[in-house]
């Protein structure tokens, strides 16, 4: 048969829709003939979704379905899509004042209708897709993947119409596997009705694949609205540089996801990616890799990366990127501040040694704070988001006054209007540590439905357990209501002035006992 690919990436928050966009150039390199199209869910108004997928549909005939559906869950401490989902859910769960616990429940059911319509929206757009494709080609068939799907492929096969393919992970092999009428069976990816997801499948390695830079004058030819996102200049157009992280943070999926292994995408390649976008104007990327610098035996790669990007003469862009500062070194610091990162995560999650631990997650945080002062000598000038998760695992007064402390010293660092700590809770994850642990400690059981957003389940997967939960609930709500605007600096004050500040000292340090206890 000869395939016709549409590439339908679900409604989305308008960010580069990078997935289809790799997998779709994949698919030309290897297939030249097969003729491709992208449609972008992401750039249409709400309205629009099902007469402008109908519209595509018909013009195109496709044979093959791919779509991507890149996020479902919304638990942010940021205006969300309904609201702010988790000032809803503290207000509704810890309030005294009746009148604002009110609130808090129709806030919170907002988000939840929110939450819900998406789901059955998207599930819909699949169903009614691939029914209009059967119109022109019975055999049509669905392919379902992306960053949601991968993390809740086992839920989603109660959901989607039956012989719908559900790929976990990366999708380049299963596709091309597909397209040559091979066996995939061997994939990460079950077919809805047919098969079974294999157990813990998301555990399983991703095969290795050598990337080179995408071809961006074909993506133009076969995606209309392409443009939609070099017109504006604050879109961070995703530019991939390696798959994999080595690390085990305990709430962290991304790992198994991409995957241990770590593959590095050629330096070279990646500047040429770089460079075709840089010629169609833009000038802020973001390298959408799980981590920038996964570990110390990558700092040679990251050196040579930025290194190339600043001798291929590009020096006006902006970059971003998810980064461990415990592996970075003074020369790194230079490139990185010479290239123009303007943004920086420091994803520490608590500012004791101790707690960091626990959560198994390998950082350092002395090493940390002598990175950024090797940062801020280099001139990094700009903001640095401080992403702490309070209340993991064990967290104590003792713990919050060292994060205190932590907190303090980067504000010393970088100057306290450039270091916005921002505040989450975790929202559990499947297939994580913390599951486990959650399951261990019977606050879950096996078998619960880590998509539902009911009070009672929410409860326990947005992570704030007792004992220390309720006093988190007040002090963010005082927060809100005495400084709304600057959320993340109000609680640090709060915290300091109810509980005080640790000697720097002992939060960098974790007791013996506790290391014997790890
Ligand atoms: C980088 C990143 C970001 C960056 C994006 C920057 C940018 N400009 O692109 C930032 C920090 C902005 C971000 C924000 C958010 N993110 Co984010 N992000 C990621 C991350 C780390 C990588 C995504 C990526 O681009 N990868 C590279 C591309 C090439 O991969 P990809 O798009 O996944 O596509 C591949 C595969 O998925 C697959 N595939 C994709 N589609 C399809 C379809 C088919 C049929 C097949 C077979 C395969 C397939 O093949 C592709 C190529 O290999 C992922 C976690 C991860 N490690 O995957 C989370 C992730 C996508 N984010 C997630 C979320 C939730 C968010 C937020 C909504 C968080 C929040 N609550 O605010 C926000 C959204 C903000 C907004 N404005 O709406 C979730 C989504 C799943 C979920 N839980 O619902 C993920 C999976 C993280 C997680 N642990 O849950 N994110
Ligand atoms: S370092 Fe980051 S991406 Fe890697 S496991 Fe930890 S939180 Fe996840």
């Not at 779509?67 to 309030?95: C, K, T």
């Not at 071809?215 to 392409?226: E, L, R, T, V």
């Not at 608590?350 to 945080?365: A, D, I």
Request: aromatic share 12%; net charge negative.
């Amino acid at each position: 048969m000869n395939e016709k690919i549409l590439y339908v990436r679900l409604p989305c928050n308008p960010i580069f829709p990078i997935g289809v966009v790799y997998l779709s150039d994949h698919i030309h390199k290897l297939f030249p003939d097969i003729e491709q199209k992208i449609f972008d869910l992401g750039t249409i108004p709400p309205l629009d979704f099902n007469s402008a997928l109908y519209r595509c549909i018909d013009e195109f005939q496709p044979t093959l379905l791919i779509f991507s559906w890149r996020d479902i869950q919304i638990y942010a401490p940021v205006g969300g899509r309904g609201g702010n989902p988790l000032q809803n859910a503290f207000e509704f769960y810890y309030a005294r004042n009746p009148l604002i616990k009110l609130r808090g429940a129709l806030g919170g059911l907002k988000v939840t209708t929110a939450y819900y319509g998406e789901l059955w929206r998207n599930q819909g757009l699949i169903r009614r897709g691939l029914t209009r494709a059967r119109k022109y080609c019975p055999q049509a068939r669905a392919v379902v993947g992306g960053g949601a799907v991968s993390v809740f492929y086992e839920q989603l096969q109660k959901q989607l119409p039956k012989g719908t393919i559900v790929s976990v992970g990366e999708g380049e092999q299963l596709l091309e596997k597909l397209l040559r009428c091979q066996d995939f069976s061997d994939e990460r990816c079950y077919v809805v009705g047919e098969t079974q997801p294999r157990d813990r499948m998301i555990h399983e390695q991703p095969t290795p694949l050598e990337k080179t830079a995408c071809n961006y004058d074909y993506i133009a030819s076969i995606w209309s609205d392409f443009d939609y996102y070099l017109q504006e200049n604050d879109f961070y157009i995703g530019v991939q540089t390696k798959r994999g992280c080595p690390h085990n943070c305990c709430y962290c999926v991304y790992t198994v996801v991409e995957g241990k292994q770590v593959r590095i995408n050629p330096a070279d390649e990646v500047v040429k990616e770089m460079r075709q976008l840089y010629n169609r104007g833009i000038r802020n990327f973001w390298f959408t890799d799980a981590q920038f610098i996964p570990a110390k035996r990558f700092i040679p790669d990251a050196i040579e990366l930025l290194q190339k990007i600043l001798d291929s003469g590009m020096t006006d862009t902006h970059w971003a990127s998810y980064i461990r500062a415990d592996n970075l070194t003074p020369e790194l610091c230079d490139l990185m501040v010479k290239t123009g990162m303007n943004y920086f995560e420091i994803g520490i999650t608590s500012g004791s040694q101790e707690l960091v631990r626990k959560m198994r997650m390998g950082y350092n945080l002395r090493t940390v704070l002598q990175n950024c002062r090797d940062l801020k000598t280099a001139g990094f000038n700009d903001l640095v988001s401080v992403n702490y998760s309070f209340n993991v695992i064990d967290e104590t007064y003792d713990t919050i006054r060292q994060t205190v402390a932590y907190h303090r010293e980067l504000e010393r660092i970088f100057g306290a209007d450039k270091v916005e700590p921002a505040i989450f809770f975790i929202g559990l994850q499947p297939h994580t540590h913390l599951e486990e642990y959650a399951f261990e400690n019977n606050i879950l059981k096996p078998g619960y439905d880590p998509m539902s957003l009911m009070p009672w389940t929410a409860k326990k997967l947005l992570w704030n357990p007792e004992p220390l939960g309720s006093f988190f609930g007040e002090v963010c709500l005082q927060a809100w209501r005495q400084n709304p605007n600057d959320f993340g600096r109000e609680v640090m004050q709060i915290l300091e002035d109810k509980l005080g500040c640790a000697p720097l000292e002992e939060a960098l340090s974790a007791p013996i006992k506790q290391l014997v206890e790890v």
